[in-house]
């Protein structure tokens, strides 16, 4: 009994230090993905707020972490830090009604020129189908750049967001097998898109640039590549409807 006692404390220990040791290794990720997303968020949001949220989701990651399971440890904790950091967020959604309301009137727009032509709807038609000047069209698409985050890992729910992060909480085995057919399908999602929408969430979600560097590179504007990102989620979120309510 006493040995069985001393072993368990011994195993104890190994978590502990094992736990410390990815903790340290990883904190230059946290901020990393930190600095990364704070581009796509509001002004409110501090960059403190983020790296403590992150801070959070790493000392989960590391806790919880099965190797068995074959993922890496980097993709594992990459999913949980901007997790974490997004349902902190999320806590207090900044966007007023109108927002989330003309959002989801892009959408429906997109989703009837492209159901009426068989084609990607060009950002004039979608202003023409919702009867609003094309200035005005790219204000929606402004206003809501910074509504909601969405990456390859997502899964959809029944609110005002389009796409939404997989939560923190553990996965059961149905929640596994559910969010890989969603990433399937939204990576297939991702391939229909127009070659510029393509570009943009590739240099910002696979290379990890910022919104002004990815301006640089293609030769527009920060704000319009903050559109571009824009209607590119809006767009899958038409595309992914059979989702749920997305």
Known sequence: MILMHKMAMYSDEQQQHRTAMLVEQHAPMVKRI????????????????????????????????????????????GIRVRG???????????????????????SAAIKAVEGRTGRDASDQQVAEEMGVPLNEYYSYLQDSAGTRLFSYDEVTEEDDSSLKLASSTAPTPLDDVQQQAF???????????????????????QEELNLKEIGSLMGVSE????????????????????????
């Open 223 to 246: 704000s319009r590549v903050s559109q571009i990102h824009s209607q590119a989620a809006l767009r899958l979120r038409t595309r992914l409807a059979d989702w749920g309510n997305v």
């Open 34 to 77: 930190a600095h990364h997303m704070l581009a796509r968020l509001p002004s409110t949001v501090q960059l403190n707020d983020l790296i403590q949220s992150g801070m959070v989701g790493l000392l989960e990651a590391a806790q919880k972490f099965d190797v068995s399971k074959g993922a890496s440890f980097e993709t594992f904790v």
């Open 183 to 205: 990433k399937n399908n939204l990576a297939q999602a991702i391939e229909t898109l127009p070659e510029r929408e393509r570009m943009v969430l590739a240099l910002y979600y």
């Open 84 to 106: 974490s950091m997004l349902d902190d967020v999320r806590k207090d959604d900044w966007a007023p009604r109108s927002v989330h309301r003309n959002a989801r009137r892009v």
